[in-house]
Structures are given as C-alpha cells and as structure tokens.
Nanobody, 117 residues
C-alpha cells in the first residue's frame, strides 16, 4: 500500500488548507485512516482519524477548526483545516492501519504546512 499526501503549503494566520491522501495498492478493508503531524523539535502527534465506517476522532487542539473525511470509493482521506494558527505549522503525515487480524500499518511521506503570522 502506498499513501500519497498533498495539499500542504504556506498560509497566513486564519487561513485554510485542504490536505488529501490517496491510498493505492492492496488497501485492506476495515481500516482507519488518519492524520498526524510533527513540528520541528517535537514528537509526532495525532490530529484526526476516520474509520472506513465513518467514525471520526479529532485531537482537542483542532476540534472546531479541522474536519477529517474520506471517500472510500477513491481510498482518499481529506483534512479540511480552517482558522489556521502558527502552532499548526508542521509536517502532516497520513496513516492507514488495520487493527484486526491481519494487522497492517502504513505511513505516507508527509506534506509541509506552514502558517505565517
């Protein structure tokens, strides 16, 4: 399975971006797709996820500002980011995993999001 993230860029405070992550190859069913981010000098952290059944979860830091969604027919994950703040600056990674047997875990290459003040 390959994950290709796109949509990152430079945006001003209060602006918006939409990230996409397309999965290709033998994508396992019953999976969870999610977004994580890593700022310079910090550990990678969870941002948001959504199951193939549509159940979503968001980190407290992005609730009310970010919306995660997916198109199962296209095996594509999205992250709509609004009201961006400087602390949102990071490399954003997409992840696809299956927790049921057989388990699997895949990461994309990351896309840079920079919020300027």
């Amino acid at each position: 399975v390959q994950l290709q993230a796109s949509g990152g860029g430079l945006v001003q405070v209060g602006g918006s971006l939409r990230l996409s992550c397309a999965a290709s190859g033998s994508v396992p069913g019953g999976n969870i797709m999610g977004w994580y981010r890593q700022a310079p000098g910090k550990q990678r952290e969870f941002v948001a996820s959504v199951t193939s059944g549509g159940t979503s979860d968001n980190a407290d830091s992005v609730k009310g500002r970010f919306t995660v969604s997916r198109d199962n027919a296209k095996n594509t994950l999205y992250l709509q980011m609004n009201s961006l703040q400087p602390e949102d600056t990071a490399v954003y990674y997409c992840r696809l995993r299956r927790r049921m047997t057989p388990q699997s875990d895949y990461w994309g290459q990351g896309t840079q999001v920079t919020v300027s003040s």
